[in-house]
């Protein structure tokens, strides 16, 4: 079965950085989704960014410019990398895997909705302070 684990979260002031990573062990040769998603409390899971096995990528509109979702498939890691962050972006950060989703007018296609994502790891805490 896939395994999911996630690093890098931590605290840092409004405007900083952080890198989060992912290792991934148990997946097969083949076409798939990734995806970084967050968590607040009390409020819903959503979609951070996705990317797909040709590097295809698709990111929330709260994070475009910011964030840059990249992976390295010979170590079977994803990566997030967080610039000029926000105190709305405090959260719990999840990876995920999937597979490509379908629709009759996009086609084959990783999308935002975690409904999505079979495969989850436990998440890394992201505090970004004012």
């Known amino acids: 079965q896939v395994q999911l684990v996630e690093s890098g979260g931590g605290s840092v002031q409004s405007g900083g950085s952080l890198r989060l990573s992912c290792a991934a062990a148990?997946?097969?040769?083949?076409?798939?989704?990734m995806g970084w998603f967050r968590q607040a409390p009390g409020k819903e899971r959503e979609g951070v960014a996705v990317i797909d096995s040709d590097s295809s990528t698709t990111y929330a509109d709260t994070v475009k410019g910011r964030f840059t979702i990249s992976q390295d498939k010979a170590k079977n890691t994803l990566f997030l990398q967080m610039n000029s962050l926000k105190p709305e972006d405090t959260a719990q950060y999840y990876c995920?895997?999937?597979?490509?989703?379908?629709?009759?007018?996009?086609?084959?296609?990783?999308?935002?909705?975690?409904?999505?994502?079979?495969?989850w790891g436990q998440g890394t805490q992201v505090t970004v302070s004012s």
């Open positions: 148990g997946y097969a040769y083949g076409n798939y989704c």
């Open positions: 995920a895997a999937g597979h490509l989703s379908y629709s009759a007018s996009a086609g084959y296609y990783c999308h935002l909705a975690a409904s999505g994502f079979a495969y």
